[in-house]
């Protein structure tokens, strides 16, 4: 299918298969041609009693296809009068799979799995006959056997739509056609184009119709005859499918009938509305509240008629107010005629509720939506593109966390041991052991109840429970379904797949309950072949397990109570004989297994067959005779001593039921009902491993090397016993039961789930573990902020916990009936419950003890059907809705008090039904308050206003059933919905043609749905815990363009609550806690107590306790908890980075105890903390002078700080190094290298970039390190001081000293510098401030100097500039973003922040220092907002920026708001004024510039509403916007020109004269993974994280060319070996396995590789660059041509190992006794360095030294070093390696003399390595972010520490004159000096 151009216009499908030879096409049965009277041409006619045995099947084999890519299929036919068929037409779609779509008269109603849909088909029949005036008058289609006038039919059938609707796929191509019995056909064919069977080629001409349109009448030899002056629909029916038909059942193929004959004439010319016939309940309930919802009174005008939909897009006026919208008239592909009636609107201002009624009301299926406040009108017919909600899909199911379902009794290794395979109710998991990555196999519809493997694993076999147990067959590898069949049999349990995949065997129920045996022949499937059934038995005896044998496919064993039973398939029959049990023939036995292994001299059927029982007993049966060999018994272990158990033994005494067993060449292993996993040697001798498990352990599974056992249990765990390490891994958790209720740690993507099964779960959402259990739920939610989560119970008790103490909080016993309802206020300051028997309360969640506020009795509808979410609360914190106090009742209140504002009757909104509606579920939708959505019981989605009540859209039919859960998006962007085990994605604005996408995959109905946070991806619980990646993206925040603003922007106060609140992500990246350096805990027979040393964790349990290493953040002290509650003994050592602890309590009855622990840490506390108080913004109600607050003198003393919601707060760098505490700096003079540039500027700082345009002076920082330059000269100097990221800089007014300030993440004390500019040096250190210092400014005379702190501590210190002593400090109330001293008074200063703003003044009394503070609140018509940026304006004005784009002016003397102006959309971060000018910077990224002279003329006034608009008017003068975020900016006196910093890493020099933009300084913003120096020096390559790769210029430092590939990362970069400048060339790899040659020259990209399937670790060229070496992360080595791209040879040995560097120099090896002028090496994460030969022009590459360095034993979960080697640049025959090992050390192995001549040791794990090619030197890079230069014959070294972050790179220049190091986005040129 290279080309599809053929098929147009058509192709007739007889024609292009020749049909009449039989050569592509199959028949089979009774398939004759005869010539037809109506048609006067020979048909084909198929004829027999069933339909399956009578068929042409086009093409002619299975495994060939049609290729047809035409949109739509044309079928000529007559049915046969009296008789039934079906058509059968295989689909390919552009996602690899083939969906079956079948039509017939014998289906009743449309069903639909994943592959397959079936449609019901309706026959037509000659005009005015009986049975054509019967259908026109029935409700319901006339499904069944074709009637004796049926006619000949053109049957049109749109597969892309079908497949997009029905499968959620995209269509590629018609695959196979299936005729069957009985009918008549003339042709097929396919088109692209819409054809008309009833227009000829005349009557088109005339209509304008051409192909160009997408239409046209249908072929000459495709037509039907018509005699003249006749019509075409006379003799002949027309059906088109979407069909336009109105009959049930819906989704079936039918003839359109007209409305015109479907209703009278009378019907259509009548004035009265439609009567509808209301039942007396519904009389009853509209008569009691009609004063509530009725309308006004309409007025009594004729109804307008609408024949027929005007002209898409030319709509009157009347006409828009009356059409009526639906999914399904916008899906169907020609809805040329719909008859609505409407009632007009009674007034023009949308009074009243308008009501749209259909004449003919149907119970539809698909979803119709209606909106009643604004009716929506149709997008024009002449675009022929479809809209639909984007992106397709717009979910991707990311993990699911349960395990079993329908058994768990299924768990499966793949052949390389690397994954297990386990069913999840209806979905097949597969997951890789060491990532936990999972991999999903959906298709089955129903709970899956076995698996099988075949013996390479490439086959997986699969079974469902049911009536109608389905089996599929999956290519595992790809995932895709190659079978899909049923064999007559129901409730299947167990499947067995044969070695070669060639048969498979299952066990089941007949129609009569009895066990029915089935052998299948699979082995055509790879081939396209179809399943056969081979054989098939009804056995009277009970079979539990049945299994292939390995060695020979015919073999079966099954087992089962009181049987033991060989199988044989012979000639198509299955017989078996039974094992003669003699004594033991009462016995269950529950699992058998066959000794693996065979010696030489020993036939293929001689071999042990062991088999397992209920009581404990192991048999070993000679298979080829049919006899028992041995009999052992497992007993319980014999207590001798109190706490010492003897080895289990066989012996006589009561046994341990064995439940499974599996079978090594070396051992043994069984798991038994009492928990226990035992691995024995074969004779059986005594236990040599064993893993205790908290329930009956339901399957074992030893893996094909032997080395790990797999086991699961009934409760619902799985995982793996690691033999080798004697390691236990648990992989998954799971309830054993429904999931009722979740909710989500926004900050901390935690998961807590409430389950039937009584058991509270805590998750992690990334690596799906779970955390804690407890007791008894029913309904949970997360505090908004804390690490607290509330559960209810269904005793009516609610319990809070916290999770970072494992404490219980609070107890709350004031509900009587079961918690359906539990929610906290989005601020966190309530929360609120609800009971089954209606109780409403509102608890005080900001106390300790939760004390109730307020109680509502019967306010709540009765029930539990509302549970878990009964109540919600708006994104306001406001509002609060729930059913009740009726079902029938929707009661909005207030959310602080319960008053009630609003109540909703949901019963009669829909006065056409005779039937009450009631609401189910309800919820707010964020992003916009005022919509309340409506969930109801007649399957339909109401949105209600909030305010009025009145009712503004409805969404009917949204699922085949009512719907269960519904979510809105946080944009309000998209709705999720389920119902009926599904889940839809739906378009919230209901704006297009498509407007939801199902997804399946649940097998019970879902409890609950719930977007994440940022919509970054979807959860969903019922059966188990789906994780859905959500693919639509957030709204974008549009920042419009001011182009000119004129007229007064004074703004009085207004009502904010249609304004939409952008809320931004508060989730921040968490460092994550190390684990012990030692193994994990193992389960074994003894007790264990094990000790870790640097993190103080210690750990003792016996046998009944178990153990989980659960990386947490918790509180600074240490304490200790103790549980014992009779069961269990447990203790816990909590240290500062570690949490170590499996919660095992019970809800009640256990006592827990905190036992305190010697602190280290003086001043710690070891109290629980408190909750956190949110700070709250306060509206200034009153702006009347010195309306103010006096600050608090005492602070809150907050435990859990919380940070702000604004990026103009610094938030130091996430990091996970940490320093080098024993480092020393190197003296002065003496260093080995020397500063020579900084590359970059770091964007994440705030006010870290100063200038004086006077001086010339030009200041800015990157990482920890100050770069000054002289503008007028030209000169850098760099001031070194700092080891932690710089957060701001101050300036002196003199420009003499300048004030730097670092921070860092935690809490402790970071230091302040004071820099004598001239000379360079550090004249102060302030070590003041806890946590990062967020600002730093000068007083106007510079006697002064202020800091402030973060949100951590928000301490604002005053300073004598002269001596550096604190005069004052005060924590205030709140984070303070901002400050600045006044220019015109120096005794004054203002700072801004979450609380307001803060007016401050310096009094002096001698040396006495005292200062008054005065706080303000914000504006009350800029809402609650937070004060970010603040400037001074020189006549007593102070300007300040809100979170919201506000700026607000003030008088500083009466301290009073004067005006607002909404000066941008988004958070002004940078605020600057001088003169009557003022700048504004924003993350919008938007630079403007204001005239504000309009300020001066404004005067306090008492009420700023009544000020002359015409009097205050503010410009903006310029505009222009930068590529990131503003966070610094310095311009002159005069505002003309200035330099910015933004968030991009570039600081602009800004000219607005001219209104220009030139980068000064750009770097990289995220993190750059290499860096190269060219051949001659003269440039460098770097290369980042945001896939660009830079060239820079080495002299100037300058970006040269920028090359950006979007969406990857960039991980490696080399240069080519090339000395002529024209011909260099960069090449890189980058996360998506490609390389890519960009030209300097061109400064385009060349070439693009795909040499690699996963990101590219390493690249290099070859030293002769004639080909190029490329590393990916699963270890393969790929040599490429740079000429051609090809892929000349892949490397494998370093396979499923990182490899980490590549290395290529000149070397002839001659001397090493092999060919090549080149070697190269590959150094990999496997502690393994290979050495190559290679010479590339004559393709010879041979191995040379394969290096391996032993290390101890390590967790999987270990940060480990890089492996690094490199050729010693004097003596290539030296290799350098270091990595991990048992040693941090420098291993230089000689390939002459193979060994290691020397070491040299190191005080880190190396993280980067380079050597220079001249003096001996090495550069070595470690996480303690040191850069350590050595010297190799000496050992001598120097230490610099100008980096803030780990070292991830370093690089000698070819020469070694200078070197490169980079820590995260920091770049560092030094000067190599020697040492």
Not at 520 to 538: E, I
Not at 1318 to 1339: E, M, R
């Amino acid at each position: 299918m290279a080309s599809k151009g053929w098929q147009h216009p058509y192709v007739n499908i007889f024609k292009h298969v020749k049909v009449e030879e039989w050569k592509k096409t199959a028949k089979e049965g009774d398939v004759s041609t005869y010539t037809d009277k109506t048609l006067k041409c020979p048909v084909f006619r198929i004829s027999g009693p069933l339909p399956a045995n009578s068929f042409i099947h086009i093409p002619k084999k299975s495994n060939q296809s049609l290729g047809l890519t035409g949109r739509f299929f044309y079928l000529l036919f007559r049915p046969t009068p009296g008789k039934y068929f079906v058509v059968h037409l295989d689909v390919a779609t552009e996602e690899g799979q083939v969906v079956r779509i079948s039509f017939s008269n014998m289906f009743k109603v449309f069903k639909s799995t994943p592959t397959w849909l079936q449609f019901p088909f309706l026959c037509g029949a000659a005009k005015d006959s009986v049975y054509d005036n019967t259908s026109k008058s029935a409700r319901h289609g006339l499904v069944g056997s074709a009637p004796s006038s049926v006619r000949w039919t053109c049957l049109m059938l749109d597969l892309q739509y079908m497949l997009s609707v029905y499968a959620n796929r995209c269509h590629s191509h018609l695959k196979s056609i299936r005729l069957c019995a009985n009918m008549s056909v003339k042709n097929m064919f396919t088109s692209d184009l819409l054809l008309n069977p009833g227009v000829s080629f005349h009557e088109a001409k005339l209509m304008g119709m051409s192909s160009s349109q997408g239409t046209g009448p249908i072929p000459r030899e495709m037509s039907f005859p018509v005699p003249k002056g006749s019509s075409w629909h006379d003799f002949y029916d027309h059906i088109r499918f979407p069909s336009e038909g109105t009959k049930l059942p819906f989704d079936s193929i039918q003839k359109y009938i007209p409305q015109q004959e479907g209703i009278t004439q009378q019907r259509l010319v009548e004035d009265d509305p439609p009567i509808v016939t209301l039942s007396k309940a519904v009389q009853d309930r509209v008569s009691l509240i009609k004063q509530v919802t009725t309308p006004e009174q309409l007025p009594q005008e004729r109804r307008p008629i609408v024949a027929n939909i005007p002209e898409l897009g030319v709509v009157t006026a009347q006409q828009n107010n009356c059409l009526h919208h639906s999914d399904d008239e916008q899906e169907s592909l020609s809805s040329m005629s719909q008859q609505l009636t409407c009632t007009p609107p009674c007034e023009d201002d949308g009074a009243g509720v308008h009501v749209y009624v259909h004449h003919h009301k149907s119970i539809e299926d698909k979803p119709a939506e209606k909106n009643v406040e604004e009716p929506g009108s149709y997008p024009s017919s002449k675009s022929l593109k479809r809209q639909k909600l984007l992106p397709d899909p717009i979910l991707r199911l990311k993990g699911i966390i349960g395990f079993g379902g329908g058994t768990s009794k299924c768990a499966l290794w793949t052949k390389a041991g690397d994954a297990v395979v386990y069913p999840c109710h209806a979905i097949i998991v597969s997951m890789k052991i060491t990532t936990n990555e999972q991999r999903f196999f959906i298709g089955h519809s129903d709970k899956v109840s076995a698996l099988a493997f075949n013996g390479t694993t490439t086959l997986l076999a699969s079974a469902q429970t049911g009536n109608h147990s389905m089996v599929r067959v999956w290519d595992y590898h790809k995932g895709t379904c190659l079978a899909l069949f049923t064999g007559h049999i129901h409730s299947l349990f167990c499947l067995s797949l044969s070695s070669s995949g060639s048969i498979l065997c299952g066990v089941g129920k007949d129609r009569h309950n009895k066990t029915m045996v089935l052998v299948w022949n699979t082995s055509g499937l790879f081939k396209g072949g179809d399943v056969t059934v081979l054989a098939k038995a009804h056995t009277d005896v009970d079979i539990h397990t049945m299994k292939i044998a390995f060695f020979d496919d015919t073999r079966i064993v099954s087992c089962g109570r009181d049987n033991i039973r060989l199988w044989r398939v012979r000639n198509g029959t299955l017989r078996s004989c039974p094992v003669n049990l003699g004594e033991y023939h009462s016995m269950d036995f529950s699992d058998v297994a066959f000794e693996e292994g065979l010696s030489p001299d020993l036939y293929v059927d001689d071999r042990t067959l062991f088999a397992s029982s209920r009581s404990g007993h192991i048999f070993e049966i000679d298979y080829s005779r049919v006899v028992i060999k041995n009999v052992r018994r497992l007993l319980p272990a014999q207590q001798q001593h109190a706490d010492r158990r003897e080895k289990l033994t066989f012996n006589t005494g009561p046994g341990i039921s064995i439940n499974c067993i599996s079978i090594s060449s070396s051992f043994c292993a069984t798991g038994s009902e009492d928990g226990f996993l035992r691995l024995w040697p074969l004779d059986f001798s005594s236990v040599f491993l064993e893993a205790e498990h908290e329930g009956p352990v339901s399957v074992v599974s030893v893996s094909f090397d032997s080395m790990q056992v797999l086991s699961a249990t009934s409760t619902g765990n799985l995982g793996f016993l690691d033999v080798g390490s004697q390691g236990y891994n648990t992989l998954m958790r799971s309830h054993t039961d429904t999931v009722l209720s979740f909710s989500v740690d926004k900050t901390r993507r935690h998961l807590s789930t409430a389950s039937s099964d009584g058991t509270i779960c805590i998750w992690d959402m990334d690596s799906l573990h779970q955390f804690a259990s407890e007791d008894t739920p029913s309904s949970v939610a997360f505090h908004p902020s804390q690490q607290i989560f509330s559960c209810g119970f269904s005793s009516g008790i609610i319990r809070i916990f916290d999770i970072s103490s494992a404490k219980l909080l609070a107890e709350l016993r004031q509900l009587r009936g079961e918690v359906v309802g539990l929610a906290f206020s989005p601020d966190g300051e309530f929360m609120y419950s609800a009971d089954s028997q209606g109780s409403l309360l509102l608890h005080n969640s900001s106390e300790d003890n939760y004390n109730v506020i307020r109680v509502l009795g019967n306010a709540v509808a009765r029930g539990s059907e509302h549970a878990p979410d009964a109540i919600t609360v708006s994104s306001d914190s406001r509002c609060l809705a729930f059913v009740g106090p009726s079902q029938y009742i929707v009661t909005i209140c207030d959310a602080r008090s319960l008053n009630e504002l609003l109540r909703v009757d949901v019963s009669i909104l829909d006065l056409q039904s005779t039937q009450l509606d009631s609401a189910l579920k309800v919820c707010f939708a964020p992003a916009s308050t005022e919509h309340l959505l409506v969930a109801t019981s007649a399957n339909k989605i109401i949105w209600v206003s909030t305010k009025t009540g009145r009712l503004i859209r409805e969404v009917s039919n949204v699922h085949k059933l009512h719907c269960s859960c519904l979510a809105v998006s946080e944009d309000s962007r998209f709705l999720l919905t389920a119902g009926n085990n599904t889940l839809k994605v739906w378009d919230y604005s209901m704006q297009l043609h498509v407007n939801s996408q199902m997804f399946i995959g649940h097998s019970q109905t879902i409890r609950q749905v719930r977007f994440l946070p940022e919509q970054s991806g979807v959860v969903t619980v019922g059966d188990a815990i789906f994780l859905w990646d959500f693919l639509g993206n957030p709204a974008d925040l549009v920042t419009g363009t001011f182009s000119q603003l004129r007229g007064s922007l004074l703004s009085p106060p207004k009502d904010d609550s249609h304004t939409k609140v952008v809320q931004l992500c508060d989730w921040m990246p968490r460092q994550t806690a190390p684990l012990p350096n030692s193994s994990p805990p193992q389960l074994l027979s003894k007790a264990i107590d094990q000790v870790t040393q640097g993190d103080s964790i210690c750990v003792g349990f016996d046998l009944s306790c178990y153990v989980t290493f659960l990386p947490f953040h918790i509180l600074n002290n240490s304490s200790c908890l103790a549980v014992n509650d009779g069961h269990f003994k447990c203790s816990y050592l909590f240290s500062p980075t570690l949490l170590v602890f499996r919660l095992v309590l019970s809800a009640l009855g256990s006592s827990v105890k905190t036992v305190s622990s010697p602190n280290p840490n003086p001043g710690s506390s070891c109290e629980p903390r408190a909750p956190v108080s949110f700070l709250k913004v306060t509206d200034l109600l009153d702006i009347s002078p010195l309306k103010s607050n006096p600050v608090d003198s005492v602070g809150f003393k907050q435990k859990n700080p919380v940070r702000p919601d604004c990026y103009r707060h610094f938030i130091p760098h996430f990091k996970t190094s940490s320093f080098d505490q024993t480092a020393a700096p190197t003296q002065a003079h003496e260093e080995g290298l020397k500063l020579k540039a900084v590359i970059g500027y770091n964007g994440n700082g705030r006010g870290n970039m100063v200038w004086s345009p006077d001086q010339g002076l030009f200041a800015y920082t990157c990482g920890c390190v100050i770069v000054v330059e002289y503008l007028h000269s030209g000169s850098q100097k760099h001031l070194l001081g700092h080891r932690e990221e710089i957060s701001c800089l101050a300036l002196t007014n003199d420009a003499k000293t300048m004030a730097s300030a670092a921070g860092s993440a935690n809490d402790t004390t970071n230091i302040i510098c004071l820099w004598d500019i001239p000379t360079g040096t550090c004249c102060y250190t302030i070590p003041y401030h806890k946590g990062a210092v967020q600002s730093l400014s000068f007083s106007r005379d510079d006697r002064f100097f202020l800091s402030v702190g973060d949100f951590l501590a928000p301490d604002v210190a005053l300073w004598s500039r002269k001596n550096m002593q604190l005069l004052w400090s005060e924590r205030m109330s709140g984070p303070i973003h901002d400050s600045a001293f006044s220019p015109s008074a120096a005794s004054q200063m203002a700072c801004v922040g979450s609380q307001g703003l803060y007016f401050c003044w310096i009094h002096t009394q001698g040396s006495d220092v005292d200062l008054k503070v005065q706080r303000v609140d914000t504006p009350a018509d800029v809402g609650k907002v937070e004060l970010t940026s603040l400037s001074y304006h020189m006549d007593n004005f102070l300007f300040t920026g809100t979170n919201r784009g506000h700026v607000c002016a003030w008088d500083t003397n009466q301290q009073q708001c004067l005006m607002t102006w909404e000066a941008d959309s988004g958070e002004i971060g940078a605020l600057l004024c001088k003169g009557n000018r003022l700048l504004t910077g924003s993350n919008s990224r938007w630079l403007r510039l204001w005239e504000v002279e309009a300020v001066q003329c404004m005067r306090p006034k008492e009420n700023v509403s009544k000020i002359d608009d015409s009097l205050t008017t503010v410009l903006m003068e310029h505009e222009i916007m930068l590529d990131g975020t503003i966070v610094s900016a310095a311009f002159d006196n005069t505002m003309d020109m200035g330099i910015v910093g933004t968030t991009a890493g570039t600081l602009w020099y800004i000219n607005w004269w001219d209104n220009s933009s030139i980068r000064l300084v750009s770097g990289h913003k995220t993190e750059v993974n290499d860096v190269v120096f060219s051949s001659d020096e003269s440039h460098f390559a770097t290369c980042s994280e945001d896939g660009s790769v830079r060239v820079w210029s080495t002299i100037s430092y300058e970006l040269v060319v920028q090359f950006q590939v979007l969406t990857q990362a960039c991980a490696c970069v080399c240069w080519s070996p090339c000395s002529n400048k024209d011909d260099a060339r960069v090449a890189a790899g980058y996360s998506d396995g490609t390389l890519r040659i960009f030209s300097l020259a061109s400064t385009e990209m060349e070439m693009k590789l795909q040499p690699h399937h996963t990101s590219v670790s390493s690249i290099q060229y070859s030293s002769t660059g004639h080909v190029i070496l490329s590393a990916g992360n699963n270890g393969l080595v790929a040599v490429s041509s740079p000429v051609n791209g090809a892929t000349l040879r892949v490397f494998s040995d370093h396979k499923r190992a990182t490899v980490t560097t590549i290395q290529c120099v000149n070397e002839e090896c001659k001397n090493f006794g092999v060919e090549g002028n080149e070697m190269w090496l590959a150094a990999g994460s496997d502690r393994r360095v290979s050495v190559w030969a290679a010479d590339w022009l004559k393709e010879k590459c041979d191995l040379l030294d394969w290096l391996t360095f032993p290390a101890p034993p390590h967790s999987v979960d270990d940060s480990l070093p890089p492996s690094l080697a490199a050729f010693c640049p004097s003596d290539h025959s030296l290799v350098i390696y270091t990595g991990y090992a048992a040693e941090k050390e420098l291993s230089f192995y000689s390939l002459v003399k193979k060994q290691i001549i020397k070491k040299i040791a190191l005080p880190h794990w190396a993280t980067c390595m380079s050597l220079s090619s001249k003096s001996q030197l090495i550069a070595i890079g470690s996480r303690e972010c040191v850069l350590k230069l050595i010297k190799i014959n000496s050992g001598r070294f120097q230490d610099f520490l100008q980096h803030s972050d780990s070292l991830q790179t370093c690089c000698f220049s070819p020469s070694g004159a200078a070197l490169f190091s980079v820590a995260f986005n920091e770049i560092l040129l030094w000067e190599v000096n020697g040492l």
